[in-house]
Nanobody, 114 residues
Framework: VQLQASGGGLVQSGGSLRLSCVVA????????ISWYRQAAGKQRELITT???????DYADSVKGRFTASKDNPGKTAYLQMNSLKPEDTAVYYC?????????WGQGTLVTVSS
């Protein structure tokens, strides 16, 4: 199982970015996808969870600004991030669970300048 995250970068406060996560080695349509982030000196934070065929949950810190989606044929998950704030600066990770094990992407850095 491999997850390849991309799309991070430097953006000004109020701007937008879209992260992508290409997943290989799972039955993507039937697997949950979550996005986490970890800011410097802080613990990793769960920000979205998308169960297969279910409703995506969002952390309060991103609700109304971030939207998770999936392209099942393309086996790609997306995280659209709008109205970005400096406190959104972090390394963002995608994660899935397959056959009882968790798998992680390598992380992509998002930096929001004030």
């Amino acid at each position: 199982v491999q997850l390849q995250a991309s799309g991070g970068g430097l953006v000004q406060s109020g701007g937008s970015l879209r992260l992508s996560c290409v997943v290989a080695g799972t039955r993507f349509t039937y697997s949950p996808i979550s996005w986490y982030r970890q800011a410097a000196g802080k613990q990793r934070e769960l920000i979205t969870t998308s169960p297969p065929g279910g409703t995506t949950d969002y952390a309060d810190s991103v609700k109304g600004r971030f939207t998770a989606s999936k392209d099942n044929p393309g086996k790609t998950a997306y995280l659209q991030m709008n109205s970005l704030k400096p406190e959104d600066t972090a390394v963002y990770y995608c994660q899935t669970r397959w056959r009882g094990s968790d798998f992680w992407g390598q992380g992509t850095l998002v930096t929001v300048s004030s």
